[in-house]
């Protein structure tokens, strides 16, 4: 399994800003602010683009350590343009968030689509991949 180690530190992101790259990156967090979402792309790559998720109090139940993971597991989802979800073994953190999106809101980025409700959080992907996401669980669907 591959594993994704995305780096989507602030500073990157204004740096790559900065020098007229064409990166995209978008977030948000839950009213909660427990959970935490980046949409990162390139331009002209859209088909390597990534939706990660984190969660502050953890994916419940409780995941194992993805093998070959020699970082941290066990907060984060990442979701591939296609395929299904996979546990995020990452060696940072989604940056402080400001756009918060309310219950009953949805969000798109590229090829994903998220929806807040007040059980969770709700995203997918245009192959029918998607996650639930809350403090009291989480789960992976096709539909």
């Known amino acids: 399994m591959k594993l994704f180690a995305i780096s989507l ?3 990157a992101v204004t740096a790559t800003a900065a020098s007229g790259s064409s ?20 331009r002209g790559h859209l088909n390597q683009a990534v939706l990660r998720c984190d969660i502050g109090t953890g994916l419940k139940p409780r995941v194992r ?18 395929g299904r ?5 990452v060696s940072d953190a ?11 809101q949805d969000w798109r980025a590229g090829p994903f689509l998220c929806a807040s409700k007040r059980a969770g959080l709700y995203c997918s992907n ?3 991949n998607a996650f639930f996401l809350s403090k009291q669980r989480w789960y992976r669907y096709r539909f």
Do not use: H, M
């Open 9 to 11: 530190l602030a500073t």
């Open 126 to 128: 245009r192959s029918g």
């Open 65 to 82: 350590r993805p093998k070959g993971c020699d970082f941290d597991f066990g907060s984060t989802l990442i979701l591939p343009v296609r």
């Open 85 to 89: 979800a996979r546990i995020g073994c």
């Open 94 to 104: 989604i940056a402080p968030v400001k756009r918060v999106l309310r219950y009953g």
């Open 23 to 42: 990166q995209i990156y978008r977030t948000f967090k839950t009213p909660t602010g427990n959970i935490r979402c980046a949409y990162e792309a390139t």
